[in-house]
């Protein structure tokens, strides 16, 4: 159960369009579409952003959007905002009733 | 509406066993597909998952804690407990507990949609 790879920070401008990626391997992110991404503001409880890949929960802004590319999934921010500025994780199923995080990503916005 | 809470000392000795009880509202770990997962977050580092529990009483954790790990459900108590053995300062980290669900077309569990609001476990003599 390695960790997933992701980018430990990332920034953009308020307007802009960021993409987070997350680096996993043929036995985790490349076999199933059960990945999820969370935002995390500092003191907070991680907050599920994108499930099964791409869908959102309700109450996500359609700002946020996740797709998949065999062992890598992108999360991406349009349209950044002041408060989109968090800590991210990514998060996939693994296979053998295991499920692993990345690394977390620190997002600035400018 | 769904809600998760954890509790449990906020200080353990090295070498102690930790106790955590989650205490959650809203669904029913009887319900089938339902979960309930331990993840944990070392102050200024990421999340780990640790282990979960499903509706069938079946229980996982990860490959690296397995030996340390716990876990059980009372599902009339609406409770889940995490126990974790021979604590170390680098288990010092806030641990939550998050509802997952079992999807039964791809076979695996996921996602974490609903989080308590953790609860930070210090590990010093």
């Known amino acids: 159960q390695s960790a997933l790879t992701q980018p430990a920070s990332v920034s953009g401008s308020p307007g802009q369009s960021i993409t987070i990626s997350c680096t996993g391997t043929s036995s985790d992110v490349g076999s199933y579409n059960l990945v999820s991404w969370y935002q995390q503001h500092p003191g907070k409880a991680p907050k599920l952003m994108i499930y099964?890949?791409?869908k959102r929960p309700s109450g996500v802004s359609n700002r946020f959007s996740g797709s998949k590319s065999g062992n890598t999934a992108s999360l991406t921010i349009s349209g950044l905002q002041a408060e989109d500025e968090a800590d991210y994780y990514c998060?996939?199923?693994?296979?053998?009733?295991?499920?692993?995080f990345g690394g977390g990503t620190k997002l600035t916005v400018l | 509406q769904v809600t998760l809470r954890e509790s449990g000392p906020a200080l353990v000795k090295p070498t102690q066993t930790l106790t955590l009880t989650c205490t959650f509202s809203g669904f029913s770990l009887s319900t089938s597909g339902m979960c309930v997962s331990w993840v944990r977050q070392p102050p200024g580092k990421a999340l780990e998952w640790l282990a979960l529990i499903d509706w069938d009483d079946d229980k996982y954790y990860s490959t690296s804690l397995k030996t340390r790990l716990t876990i059980s459900k009372d599902t009339s108590k609406n409770q889940v407990v995490l126990t974790m053995t021979n604590m170390d300062p680098v288990d010092t980290a806030t641990y939550y507990c998050?509802?997952?669900?079992?999807?039964?077309?791809?076979?695996?569990?996921?996602?974490?949609?609903?989080w308590g609001q953790g609860t930070l476990v210090t590990v010093s003599s």
């Open positions: 998050a509802r997952m669900r079992y999807y039964y077309d791809s076979s695996g569990y996921h996602p974490f949609d609903y």
């Open positions: 998060c996939s199923y693994a296979g053998s009733n295991s499920v692993v």
């Open positions: 099964e890949g791409s």
